[in-house]
């Protein structure tokens, strides 16, 4: 336990009345700041909801609503933070802004692809280069705008007409931002600790983004491709991709973006030998359950079949959670409390070999 930080709790994927408390205060002391002092910030993954403060006009509630359709809207992290910040009195660079005299340095863990520093926790000290009208496009975008409650409409309007301030557009004077972790790193690291364990690792990409079922669908292919051509004395190998796929919400299942990308896997996979799909949050959490993900290879469907539960509808409910967990197949860890991005990792051997 920390003697002299105090820690404050709060919701997370859905921002909750603690969140915005502690979101107050901490807006609260940066207005304190005064020439002189230093203040330090340390944001990751997770901030944009762990730092709720609706702007003027706009309830916590109105802003729950506003984050849970977003996330089932299949809207990538910077489309959604882009609407956030736009809500916000806090995100955006407001943060920055607030701080005032004082000289601020941020220590940043990335869970954005690309590492972009607006993004991340919805960039509460960096200057935004997104506005009111690219929030009101996103939500028409993805046909929220008519779903949105009529406090939202109202203040993303009035911002778009001039009649709110825009977030900081110019970074702020005196503040600092240094990059102490991202994907990139966790995918290279989990490439050596691989190589510890004889396997030939293979880095695709640390930038994966898109459909979580239609990612799997792509890389499995490729699995497959791999171990067509593989010779049997060959070391096993593994497929690698780091990044943040999205699922758009169709259904009323449970689940998480790695947990639809396993259970797409075990689609694609069905009958096949020599193939094992694991995917996973860095931060042990993949969407509101408590699994980090899942893992899946070619008899997971017939498994399943076994025990009456049905693969392809429970694909199209999003409903991997259950799946996987009547299986035993889930990827527990419990909170790593760092998010790094997720994981995504084939491993194709010969079918007399284990792949872990």
Same mark, same amino acid.
């Given at each position: 336990?920390? @003697?002299?930080?105090?820690?404050?709790?709060? $919701?997370?994927?859905?921002?909750? /009345?603690? #969140?915005? %408390?502690?979101?107050?205060?901490?807006?609260?002391?940066?207005?304190?700041?005064?020439?002189?002092?230093?203040?330090?910030?340390?944001?990751?993954?997770?901030?944009?909801?762990?730092?709720?403060?609706?702007?003027?006009?706009?309830?916590?509630?109105?802003k729950q609503e506003v984050t849970d359709l977003l996330l089932r809207s299949g809207a990538v992290i910077?489309?959604?933070?882009?609407? @956030?910040?736009?809500?916000?009195?806090?995100? $955006?660079?407001?943060?920055?802004? /607030?701080? #005032?005299? %004082?000289?601020?340095?941020?220590?940043?863990?990335?869970?954005?692809?690309?590492?972009?520093?607006?993004?991340i926790a919805s960039g509460p000290t960096v200057s935004d280069p997104t506005t009111f009208a690219d929030a009101i496009e996103i939500l028409k975008r993805y046909s929220l705008w008519k779903k949105m409650d009529r406090s939202v409409r109202r203040v993303l309007e009035q911002g778009e007409r001039g009649a709110l301030p825009e977030t900081p557009k110019r970074p702020a004077r005196g503040v600092d931002h240094i990059l102490i972790g991202n994907g990139d790193g966790v995918v290279h690291e989990a490439a050596r600790l691989l190589r510890t364990m004889g396997?030939?690792?293979?880095?695709?990409?640390?930038?994966?983004?898109?459909?979580?079922?239609?990612?799997?669908?792509?890389?499995?292919?490729?699995?497959?491709?791999?171990?067509?051509?593989r010779r049997e004395k060959e070391k096993p190998v593994c497929l690698i991709a780091?990044?943040?796929?999205?699922?758009?919400?169709?259904?009323r299942g449970k689940g998480g973006r790695c947990q639809e990308?396993?259970?797409?896997?075990?689609?694609?996979?069905?009958?096949?030998?020599?193939?094992?799909?694991?995917?996973?949050?860095?931060d042990g959490t993949d969407g509101p359950t408590d699994a980090a993900g899942a893992i899946a290879d070619g008899k997971t469907a017939g498994r399943a079949a076994r025990k009456g539960i049905d693969i392809r509808k429970s694909l199209a409910e999003n409903d991997a959670y259950p799946f996987f967990d009547a299986l035993g197949d889930l990827i527990r860890t419990g909170p790593t409390r760092t998010h790094l991005n997720d994981l995504y990792l084939l491993f194709i051997t010969n079918p007399s070999e284990k792949s872990g």
């Open positions: 336990p920390c @003697r002299t930080i105090r820690i404050l709790e709060a $919701g997370h994927p859905i921002p909750d /009345a603690a #969140g915005e %408390a502690g979101a107050r205060e901490i807006l609260s002391l940066a207005h304190r700041a005064k020439r002189g002092d230093l203040v330090i910030g340390l944001w990751s993954g997770g901030g944009s909801a762990l730092l709720p403060l609706p702007i003027s006009g706009l309830s916590l509630r109105a910077g489309e959604i933070n882009t609407v @956030r910040k736009h809500l916000s009195r806090i995100k $955006g660079g407001q943060l920055a802004r /607030a701080v #005032g005299p %004082a000289r601020m340095v941020n220590f940043i863990l990335s869970d954005v692809v690309g590492d972009r520093l607006d993004v396997f030939r690792p293979q880095i695709l990409t640390t930038v994966l983004e898109g459909e979580s079922r239609e990612a799997a669908k792509a890389l499995v292919a490729l699995a497959k491709e791999i171990r067509r051509r780091g990044g943040e796929t999205t699922v758009t919400v169709r259904g990308f396993a259970l797409s896997a075990a689609v694609q996979l069905a009958g096949s030998e020599g193939i094992t799909a694991a995917a996973f949050s860095t």
